[in-house]
């Protein structure tokens, strides 16, 4: 736990003292489970909306990735259903050590800012009848990158 700890602290401070634009850390009452605002670009679908992630962080964090959910308000997109479970592979098989909490904001941001059209993943009732808490336990497929 000692390599989590100096690593979630790390995270934390930078997130804190130099966030990057339109991120910032909203909550963060210990190290296992953050709470981070993503702002949205004026111009863009959703017109500078602030939405908010909840980052829970594993023991084995940074070799398991963390967990990422957004919180209702859940923004309405291909990749995001409506629990707030994403469908993004860097928050699952092709996550790596050498991304940060930061990193990730950042891509789930730009996805934000690349969506053309407001709507929910063609499958949202049924995986949310079906799905657990926690978006770990889904076998996403990662076939359409077009938004």
Request: net charge neutral; aromatic share 8%; glycine share 4%.
């Given at each position: 736990?000692?390599?989590?700890?100096?690593?979630?602290?790390?995270?934390?401070?930078?997130?804190?003292?130099?966030?990057p634009a339109g991120i910032s850390l909203k909550k963060?009452?210990?190290?296992?489970?953050?709470?981070?605002?993503?702002?949205?670009?004026?111009?863009?679908?959703?017109?500078?909306?602030?939405?908010?992630?909840?980052?829970?962080?594993?023991?084995?964090?940074?070799?398991?990735?963390?967990?990422?959910?957004?919180?209702?308000?859940?923004?309405?997109?291909?990749?995001?259903?409506?629990?707030?479970?994403?469908?993004?592979?860097?928050?699952?098989?092709?996550?790596?050590?050498?991304?940060?909490?930061?990193?990730?904001?950042?891509?789930?941001?730009?996805?934000?800012?690349?969506?053309?059209?407001?709507?929910?993943?063609?499958?949202?009732?049924?995986?949310?009848?079906?799905?657990?808490?926690?978006?770990?336990?889904?076998r996403f497929m990662f076939h359409d990158d077009t938004?």
């Amino acid at each position: 736990m000692a390599l989590a700890q100096r690593r979630i602290q790390k995270e934390l401070k930078s997130l804190a003292e130099s966030p990057p634009a339109g991120i910032s850390l909203k909550k963060a009452d210990d190290l296992k489970t953050w709470h981070v605002n993503i702002a949205t670009d004026s111009e863009g679908i959703y017109g500078g909306q602030v939405f908010e992630v909840i980052a829970k962080f594993p023991s084995s964090y940074p070799i398991e990735a963390p967990e990422i959910t957004f919180a209702a308000p859940v923004p309405v997109h291909p990749h995001i259903y409506s629990n707030g479970h994403i469908c993004l592979d860097i928050l699952y098989q092709a996550y790596s050590p050498v991304l940060t909490i930061s990193a990730i904001c950042i891509s789930l941001q730009s996805m934000l800012a690349s969506c053309k059209k407001l709507e929910r993943p063609p499958d949202n009732d049924s995986y949310v009848r079906r799905a657990g808490l926690s978006p770990k336990g889904t076998r996403f497929m990662f076939h359409d990158d077009t938004v």
